[in-house]
């Protein structure tokens, strides 16, 4: 990069406006090139490719989240993912994902994952999932209220790239735990966009992820739900997500948590058959949050069980294997 194009790049960042500065100041210091769940508990394929599969019948879920709502330009995230369980042991997940980041930054992408679960023992067993994404990240320069409207770095010019890239994932899981480590774009692919003349700038950076949960059981009617998740980069430090929610006769939930640096999160939800509703609300803690401490949640989640040998319902998604290893969600 030569240095009249970094003095212009440089220019470029003043010239947004506050609202997209904003954003993109909190995404990188975050990392946030991949987009946030607050129910990573309900729908682990989001965080985790190796969750696809480990229900036996067919998982579907769609999402929706309004960050820094009442702020004009905030991020704002969909996305519909289906999983299920093939025969020996296979299973096979799919997503499809439009994260706004805010400001002129926009993504749409696809996802399709494979796994496969080994059992260790008579309680446990471990999958592993591969996931091919294909992502079109978009930059409209159209949509930036500039500072300083002469800067010759900021050309108004829409911008359309697409890329593919891939994440891996494997998930540790019993009766009663399920621990997971997934690391998201691993070829660290180019994003195209502004011309980059090299490929030391301007791409997607790997992102890891460990996650983990508990189910303790109280009665015959109430169980405790801890959960987890540390997120982090090879150039950012540590986020740290923990939760905590309590199951009443594996129907109904409430439960909180806490993000670093970033948000409260409360939590409620339900099961209606075979139907699954939930919703989280984010009051923020952050600098951002001082301004619109506002984000919400929600997810709809439809299980379609596999009725056979070997398989049984219980609960929502439940799993009852031949060897009786049970996996609740």
Known sequence: MTMNTAHNFRKRSLGWSMVALGVMVALTAEAQQLSRQSQFIQNPFLVNPAFAGTELGTFASLSHREQWVGFHGAPSTSSVTVTSSLPNRFGVGFTVERDDQGGAFRRTGMELSGTYTVDLNNQDAVAFGIGLIGRNTRF???DLQLWQPDDPAITGAVESKFAFDSRFGLMV????????????????????????????RNRGVRHYALTGRYDYTLDASWVIQPAVMMRFTEITPVQLDIHARALYQNRYWGGMGFRQGDALVLMVGA???????????????????????NTHEITLSYVLPRQGAGFSRRGLGGRLLDRNLIIRN
């Open 173 to 200: 899981f019993g009766q009663h735990y399920q621990f997971g480590l997934a690391v998201s774009n691993l070829l660290q692919t180019p994003l195209g966009l502004e011309s980059e003349p090299t490929d030391s």
């Open 271 to 293: 099961t209606f058959q075979d139907i699954q509703v939930g919703y989280s609300y984010d009051a923020g803690t952050g600098a951002v949050g001082n301004l619109s401490p």
């Open 140 to 142: 409209d320069g159209t």
